[in-house]
């Protein structure tokens, strides 16, 4: 038996999901609503739908407006692969691939840049909801949506392609909710991957947004939300993961890509828990606290910044510099314990020129807790490769596999900015490598080996 609550985009009598999926989904909305009026019938009532889209490619014209709760747009692939890779490509290179363009349940969105007055209006899914109670369980599992192209940025340094520019948002999420589910799904070339305001209990798992201006922003006021198993990587200009004014939350076993501008940034976010993460950036800002930024926990995570190896993006940067730290700390009461903390690079891509690299950066505050963290700091020649094909995961494999020639580079460990006290930072760098006011704040440095003469048995 079919349920009258299942409703599959290609069988629905009303439009064509290939032209315009939004249209035909927004018609299975009204017909949800117009089924569904009674809000207490026998102790239920209004128990939503399951919208099924299909493998294939549908294109969106029409944004598809959600206001209903418990609503769930499910497909059968997320489909996501390199775009970045095909449009730094030859094209007498792509006639030889197998295949060109993602795939699965694939959504293009097609809503017009030109038209997009903000991100809402540039949003393939838009919720919103007035009134009480919250929009509740509206979930998003196993579909692509793909932002199609980037567009020029009127700087006349990029690429269009390359600009992370178009206007669009995959997922805007407008009003208060509660409970909202994003698992499985592929984002690919968009403005904004997923924006979501004032989320209560939002669960981001098991997603691949990555190639999109910004990944995953958490705006308004929040709480109890998290984001744990993606795989997520932002355009040089942007957040991979971007958080304001939140409480508890959850960012763990992440694998955050190298070229957003930053891996985490946290604006006034307390009591949250960023954990066994592995985080890869080519700049430094990989994880920013600003804006009194309290009592958050940052633990057992890996960190690497090297050089891009890949010559097409070699000219794009996030335009800090190597004295912001990697880890840049503006707040009070944070633990930044037991990670590990690499940074690779040949000094001549050190900016300013001949600068000692800052990795961890306490900026403002008080009573920050710094200890136990392995840095290692070395520089080598960087292997750069010209080829802007398919060979850039060789490039890059090859380059986050090599271990060999490495020297020591000098890096100030920890920097506690003047102003900032009562600090305890222990083993974390030794005596030549922190910089800190001893009379206003802790320090214990990490003990340094003596030279060891002759053969050791063991």
């Given amino acids: 038996m079919v349920s009258e609550n299942r409703y599959d985009v290609t069988t629905y009598p009303a439009g064509n999901p290939h032209e315009d999926i939004g249209a035909v989904i927004n018609s299975i909305i009204a017909d949800i609503k117009s089924r569904q009026q009674v809000s207490d019938l026998n102790d239920g009532g209004k128990p939503g739908a399951v919208i099924y889209i299909p493998p294939g490619d549908y294109r969106l014209v029409t944004q598809v407006v959600i206001d209903v709760s418990y609503l769930k747009i499910v497909g059968s692939g997320h489909g996501f692969t390199s775009s970045s890779i095909r449009f730094n490509t030859p094209k007498n290179e792509l006639a030889h691939w197998r295949e060109v363009w993602p795939g699965g349940s694939r959504i293009l969105v097609d809503i017009s840049p030109e038209t997009a007055g903000g991100e809402a209006a540039g949003a393939a899914f838009y919720v919103k909801r007035p009134g009480n109670p919250r929009i509740s369980s509206v979930e998003f ?19 269009a392609e390359n600009t992370y520019r178009n206007g669009k948002t995959g997922i805007y999420v407008g009003s208060a909710n509660d409970s909202f589910r994003i698992t499985g799904m592929g984002l690919i070339y968009l403005e904004h991957g997923v924006t979501v305001h004032d989320a209560d209990a939002l669960a981001i798992d098991n997603n691949f947004i990555a190639e999109c201006g910004n990944c995953i922003e958490l705006k308004g006021m929040g709480q ?29 076993s992440n694998n955050v890509f190298p070229r957003g501008s930053s891996s985490v940034h946290f604006s006034g976010v307390v009591r949250s828990s960023i954990t066994g993460n592995r985080f890869h ?21 890996h960190f690497l910044r090297d050089r891009e190896p890949w010559a097409p993006m070699q000219k794009y940067d996030n335009g800090l510099d190597d004295l912001f730290g990697l880890l840049h700390i503006a707040g009070s009461n944070n633990s930044v314990i037991a990670n590990h903390i690499s940074e690779t690079i040949d000094t001549q891509y ?19 807790y710094i200890a136990n963290n392995h840095i290692v700091a070395t520089t080598e020649i960087s292997q750069i490769s010209d080829a802007p094909n398919s060979a850039c995961f060789s490039t890059q494999v090859g380059a986050l596999l ?15 900015q003047k102003g900032s006290v009562r600090n305890t930072i222990l083993d974390s760098g030794n005596d030549e490598q922190v910089e800190i006011d001893t009379t206003m704040n802790a320090f214990r440095g990490t003990p340094v080996p003596h030279a060891i003469v002759g053969k050791v048995s063991i």
């Fill in 350 to 368: 050190l900016k300013p020129l001949g600068v000692k690299p800052v990795i961890i950066n306490v900026v403002s505050g008080s009573g920050n």
């Fill in 141 to 159: 599992a196993d579909f692509c949506i793909d932002g199609l192209h980037f567009i020029d940025d009127g700087s006349g340094q990029n690429d």
């Fill in 281 to 301: 950036s080519f700049y430094p800002g990989m994880l920013v606290f600003t804006d009194n930024c309290c009592e958050n926990l940052v633990s057992s995570n």
């Fill in 224 to 252: 109890a939300s998290r984001i744990a198993n993606n795989f997520v990587g932002a355009g040089y200009q942007g957040y991979s993961v971007y958080a304001e004014n939140y409480g508890g939350i959850l960012v763990a």
């Fill in 402 to 416: 090599s271990t060999n020639n490495l020297e020591t580079l000098e890096v100030t460990a920890v920097l506690v």
